[in-house]
C-alpha cells in the first residue's frame, strides 16, 4: 500500500518561502520511474486545486499558472520523495497543501494529467498547512 507523508508547512510572511516535502513508502524500487506525484491545495471554502505534478522516471513537469515562477518541483527518487519550493508566497497561497501519486502512471496517464485530470492520482497524503501572512 504506498502511503503519502507531506511536512514543512507553516506559517511565513508576504514574501518568504517555504519547502514542503512528500515522503511515499510502498512504492517498490523498481516501479519508483512509473510514479507521477502531484501537489495539490484546498483553501477555506474553496475546490481543490492542483498546483504542479512530476513525473519520477523522466523528471517532465507542469504548473498551474498561478505558481508558475514561483514554485518549483524536485525528486529524490531514491527515497522517492518530491519537494515543492515556494518562494514569494503570498496570502491568497494560505490553504491546506495536500500531495498525491499516481502509481502505476503510464505514458498515457502523464497525458491525462497533462490535460488536468486528477483521477489518475490514486493515493493521497493528509495535507500540510501553509499560512501567509501580510
Known amino acids: 500500500q504506498v502511503q503519502l507523508v507531506e511536512s514543512g508547512g507553516g506559517s511565513v510572511q508576504a514574501g518568504g518561502s517555504l519547502r514542503l516535502s512528500c515522503a511515499a513508502s510502498?512504492?517498490?524500487?523498481?516501479?519508483?520511474?512509473?510514479?507521477?506525484m502531484g501537489w495539490f491545495r484546498q483553501a477555506s471554502g474553496k475546490e481543490r486545486e492542483a498546483l504542479a505534478s512530476?513525473?519520477?522516471?523522466?523528471?517532465?513537469?507542469i504548473y498551474a499558472d498561478s505558481v508558475k515562477g514561483r514554485f518549483t518541483l524536485s525528486k529524490d527518487n531514491s527515497k522517492p520523495t518530491v519537494y515543492l519550493q515556494m518562494n514569494n508566497l503570498k496570502p491568497e497561497d494560505t490553504a491546506m497543501y495536500y500531495c498525491?501519486?499516481?502509481?502505476?502512471?503510464?505514458?498515457?496517464?502523464?497525458?491525462?494529467?497533462?490535460?488536468?485530470?486528477?483521477?489518475?492520482?490514486?493515493?493521497w497524503g493528509r495535507g500540510t498547512q501553509v499560512a501567509v501572512s501580510s
Open positions: 498525491a501519486a499516481a502509481h502505476p502512471c503510464t505514458g498515457d496517464t502523464w497525458i491525462r494529467i497533462l490535460r488536468g485530470d486528477r483521477s489518475n492520482y490514486n493515493y
Open positions: 510502498g512504492i517498490a524500487d523498481s516501479t519508483t520511474t512509473t510514479t507521477c
Open positions: 512530476i513525473r519520477l522516471g523522466s523528471g517532465s513537469t
